[in-house]
Nanobody, 124 residues
Framework: QVQLVESGGGLVQAGGSLRLSCAASGRTFSRYAMGWFRQSPGKEREFVAAINYNGGSIYTADSVKGRFTISRDNAKYTVFLQMNSLKPEDTAVYYC?????????????????WGQGTQVTVSS
């Protein structure tokens, strides 16, 4: 059974940084693309970033480009989201997700497995 467990969320002041981690288990991690999404109250789940199976291709949403970086460590079965220059509008629950393919899309429907989410709150 595939499991994804996020960690690293918390409360930070605007301009600060956080690093989210997502630990995967239940299948060979290095075969599958991974992504990060976020959702704030009253809004739809929003794509943040995605990375293909070997880290060779990365997609980042325009709203976070230049501030957020996705990466992965296949040996540790972990995907990361480094978030810098955080803004109050980045406040959301952040979800890690995994596809059944080596290549990732930007749509939530491309992802089969989801973590439980980790709260990120950015104060002004």
């Amino acid at each position: 059974q595939v499991q994804l467990v996020e960690s690293g969320g918390g409360l930070v002041q605007a301009g600060g940084s956080l690093r989210l981690s997502c630990a995967a288990s239940g299948r060979t991690f290095s075969r599958y693309a991974m992504g990060w999404f976020r959702q704030s109250p009253g809004k739809e789940r929003e794509f943040v970033a995605a990375i293909n199976y070997n880290g060779g291709s990365i997609y980042t949403a325009d709203s976070v480009k230049g501030r957020f970086t996705i990466s992965r460590d296949n040996a540790k079965y972990t995907v990361f989201l480094q978030m810098n220059s955080l803004k109050p509008e980045d406040t959301a629950v952040y979800y890690c997700a995994s596809t059944d393919m080596g290549w990732a899309g930007r749509g939530a429907s491309d992802y089969k497995y989801w973590g439980q989410g980790t709260q990120v709150t950015v104060s002004s």
